[in-house]
């Protein structure tokens, strides 16, 4: 805050001092304006019919004593003399000759020109262009003023963004144009504060972006900012902060404001803190002055191995080009000006003739000639000739001087000027053009020479638009800034320890409103052991499969690279998350892509399924031999025992159950779901009704052989023996109707097993279809082991009691362990238990009830005839 006040305190002076309204009636009535004060400015004029007046730094710097609101201005001295500064000036006059030459350009209208130096002092800035804009003359008349013209028509300038602030905030409330030539910072864009104001320079907004492209370009995405403390700096700042976040191409390991003046320790921990920086690109928004003082610690620390990025204001520096810096600044990327050829400027600065009169007026073309020549024109002062000093006659030869003031070969803030001047004239010439009753003013009328106001010629500047000989076009949109383009510049560092600017490309506005880049890499010159471009990240690159996560409490860019968890991707470098695989899809062992998960369920290629598909076929097969044996023996008594239908009927329910089992097997369909349990369920009632009704029989006519016991045959003969089997094994078929008409089983793919793989089953649809299926299975199953235990001592010869105890006893004790091993068993295993228990039961069902009949009739046939039979039980009664 009193850094503000210090800087602004002289303005509030300036504007109390400059004029001072005289009310004394003198020679006449009406009251005149004095100036209370002259200003001593270093200037060149040169009269004509419209004045157009510049701001140019042509001094370093001046000394100017403080000022307080109750003393008097003091001179000020300015030092440092800038030959580019002056040639700047020199650009404008050309420019000026050049246009009163051409015969289309404002024909019978001479431009003259009133050109200031600023000194690099807001001051003396300030102060030039209030002389600018109100004159010199130390009396006048208001009314007689306001009849003519303002003393200059245009102003070209400044250079700097805080001056070009200051003075449009003045200058523009009398709408007198501001064309700039340097001054980019991107708050000069706002209309409604500076109306009047305009650049043929682009604004920072523009040079940051193009940074940004460079930084996006080479993967720079951690970098420091340095900027100057001045407006230009800490707008670009703020902006360059901003874009960067938005664009998410990166961030700022730091951001240090450049302090003005002699600030050493200030300096040394800017220094220190980028020497500690991980980040190896520096980007500097500053001034030549703040870059010679940073330079100089830098050296001092010998901070080596940084990758330099120059704004516009320091990119072409020749003063930083020296051998003792290209150790530190030797490949600096740079946005540069535009250069331009301008044809007959060096014939036009080497006829640049002071004279040899004292003359105020172009006090600015002395010091020029004084500086370079190192002599001093007549009346010198009293110690310079004593030391040994020569006279200037103003003849020296020119050309022979070794100075910058010559050099025309890399002209980008004169390129400038001079679009500036032809915007200038340009938009005076179409004022000039217009036709009395349709101008575009109050009543259709037209601007006049003789009466003319800057806020007219404004109007026109607006509108401008032209293409001058080098063949760029000039215009200005809304905010008042030229169409923006930029050079990129790379400082190149000689074997012979010279340097040379290089262009390796160009960055500008394209017609959709985006920015292109267009770099040439294999000119670029880069300080690094391997010449190829530095890296400058914080973190490395997360590879697909990872995912960005940030560290705590530092930027952005600082980030750890987390994998993926399973069943989650990511495909791309930096991904921000992991994105998870759809339903049948599970993530790579990489995690950078989703493969298609592998299906399970109970096939016929893998070993559980050979083996349960053997044994299913081998239960089978010897089902059918049984058949076979049965049916060649048929007429023996064993087979012909206790009704021999029912025990055909056995074997061909037991080898459906047998290949039911294989419905379990395969991948799982509609129609095997819906089949498997069905034909399992009425197989088994099919089997277990029978040897029920057999168990029945049995024990009938065991009660029938006692006295009195002849009414129980009545009820088992062999149409009510077929009736029940067929009774019994309808209902269990009705259970299995309801159950797939109310709620079918259907193939379902199951993820809850295992999160990669999907596991192809058979949901049962209905829990309580399932489990009245066993129920009533496991209901004739118990009825029948009851029975078959109640008559296990009945005598053996017509007995099979003992047998189908045995049998029912099996299978009840296979299906009770089935229960729990089922509930318990994932995926494919559920269906192998279920088919492991229906083998097993049908096993042993198989050799309870038929192994020992087999073995009469193929191993004891002496006892499979009647006698023996009947003996058998003679002797056993």
Not at 137 to 152: A, D
Not at 738 to 751: G, L, R
Request: charged letters at 15%.
């Amino acid at each position: 805050m009193k850094g503000l006040l210090k800087t602004l305190m002289p303005l509030f002076v300036i504007l109390m001092l400059f004029f001072d309204i005289d009310y004394s009636q003198a020679s006449s009535i009406l009251p005149s304006c004095t100036l209370r004060r002259q200003f001593h400015l270093n200037g060149m004029h040169k009269s004509g019919d419209v004045i157009l007046g510049g701001l140019f730094e042509v001094h370093y710097t001046s000394i100017f004593p403080e000022l307080t609101f109750t003393s008097e201005p003091s001179e000020h001295i300015c030092q440092g003399f800038d030959p580019p500064g002056f040639r700047h000036a020199m650009t404008m006059a050309f420019a000026i000759e050049e246009i009163n030459k051409n015969p289309t350009l404002l024909p019978n209208v001479t431009l003259g020109y009133s050109l200031y130096d600023n000194c690099a002092t807001l001051v003396i800035g300030f102060s030039a262009a209030l002389s600018l804009a109100s004159g010199q003359e130390e009396q006048f008349l208001p009314q007689e003023k306001c009849s003519g013209g303002p003393p200059v028509l245009g102003i070209v300038g400044d250079s700097f963004s805080t001056f070009s602030i200051a003075t449009s905030d003045v200058i523009g409330l009398f709408r007198l144009p501001i064309v700039s030539y340097f001054a980019t910072c991107s708050c000069l864009s706002d209309r409604r504060r500076f109306p009047s104001f305009f650049r043929t320079i682009p604004s920072d907004t523009f040079q940051v972006h193009a940074m940004i492209q460079i930084l996006k370009r080479f993967g720079w995405m951690w970098a420091g900012l340095l900027v100057s403390d001045d407006d230009y700096g800490l707008h670009v700042a703020q902006s360059f902060q901003s874009e960067l976040t938005q664009s998410g191409l990166g961030c700022l390991a730091y951001t240090e404001i450049l302090p003005w003046g002699d600030n050493p320790s200030e300096l040394r921990r800017i220094v220190e803190g980028m020497k500690k920086s991980t980040a190896r690109v520096v980007i500097v928004f500053g001034h030549q002055i703040n870059m010679i003082q940073l330079m100089e610690e830098v050296v001092k620390q010998n901070v080596t191995g940084l990758q330099w990025m120059a704004s516009e204001a320091w990119a072409s520096a020749a003063v930083l080009q020296t051998p003792r810096l290209m150790p530190y600044l030797g490949g600096t990327l740079g946005i540069a000006i535009r250069r331009g050829d301008i044809l007959g400027l060096r014939d036009f600065l080497l006829s640049t003739q002071p004279g040899n009169s004292s003359n105020n007026q172009n006090t600015m073309l002395r010091q020029f000639w004084e500086h370079t020549f190192q002599c001093r024109f007549a009346p010198p002062p009293a110690d310079w000739l004593e030391a040994g000093g020569a006279l200037c006659s103003g003849e020296e030869d020119l050309e022979s001087a070794q100075t910058e003031f010559l050099d025309v070969s890399n002209l980008r803030p004169e390129y400038n000027i001079y679009k500036a001047v032809y915007a200038l004239a340009h938009a005076l010439d179409d004022m000039l053009q217009c036709q009395p009753g349709r101008g575009p003013f109050s009543g259709h009328s037209c601007a006049s020479l003789q009466k003319l106001e800057a806020w007219q010629l404004m109007y026109y500047l607006d509108k401008v638009n032209f293409t001058i000989p080098f063949g760029d076009q000039v215009s200005f949109d809304e905010n008042g800034d030229a169409l923006p383009i930029y050079d990129i510049m790379n400082w190149l560092w000689l074997p012979d320890g010279g340097v040379q600017v290089l262009n390796v490309g160009v960055v500008k506005k394209t017609a959709s409103g985006g920015e292109e880049l267009i770099l040439n890499e294999e000119k670029i010159f880069w300080n690094f052991n391997n010449n190829q471009p530095p890296r400058s990240v914080c973190s490395e690159t997360c590879n697909p499969g990872t995912r960005m996560a940030r560290k705590k409490g530092q930027p952005v860019c600082c980030f750890d690279c987390v994998p993926c968890s399973e069943g989650k991707i990511s495909n791309k470098t930096n991904s921000v998350e992991c994105f998870s695989c759809p339903e049948d899809f599970w993530s790579s062992p990489h995690r950078d892509h989703c493969i298609l998960k592998t299906t399970e369920f109970l096939s016929y290629q893998e070993p559980l399924g050979v083996c349960l598909t053997t044994a299913s076929l081998l239960g089978t097969c010897i089902c059918a031999a049984v058949l076979g044996i049965f049916t060649y023996h048929r007429s023996t008594p064993v087979v012909r025992a206790n009704n021999s239908e029912l025990s055909f009927l056995i074997l061909v329910s037991l080898k459906l159950c047998f290949l039911c089992s294989l419905l379990f097997i395969g991948r799982p369909r509609l129609w095997t779901c819906q089949l498997r349990h069905a034909v399992f369920g009425i197989s088994f009632v099919l089997c277990v009704s029978c040897i029920l009704v057999k168990t029945m029989v049995v024990l009938a006519v065991f009660k029938a052989s006692k006295p009195g016991g002849g009414a129980y045959l009545k009820w088992f003969g062999a149409v009510q023996q077929r009736g029940t089997v067929f009774a019994l094994t309808c209902v269990q078929a009705a259970i299995c109707t309801v159950w797939i008409v109310s709620a079918s089983p259907m193939p379902h793919k199951n993820t809850q097993y295992h999160n990669d793989k999907i596991v192809y089953e058979c949901v049962v649809g209905s829990t309580v279809g399932f489990a009245v299926l066993l129920g009533y299975i496991g209901l004739l199953a118990i009825i029948s082991f009851l029975l078959a235990f109640l008559g296990r001592n009945l005598p053996d010869n017509f007995n099979e009691a003992k047998f189908i105890t045995f049998s029912m006893l099996i299978f009840c004790a296979v299906w009770v362990a089935f229960v729990p091993a089922y509930i318990n068993s994932p995926g494919k295993y559920a269906d192998a238990v279920e088919v492991f228990a229906i083998l097993a039961s049908s096993f042993g069902l198989l050799m309870a009830l038929f192994g020992p009949k087999c073995y009469v009739i193929l191993l004891r046939p002496e006892r499979n005839t009647k006698k023996a039979i009947m003996s058998r039980g003679t002797a056993k009664c």
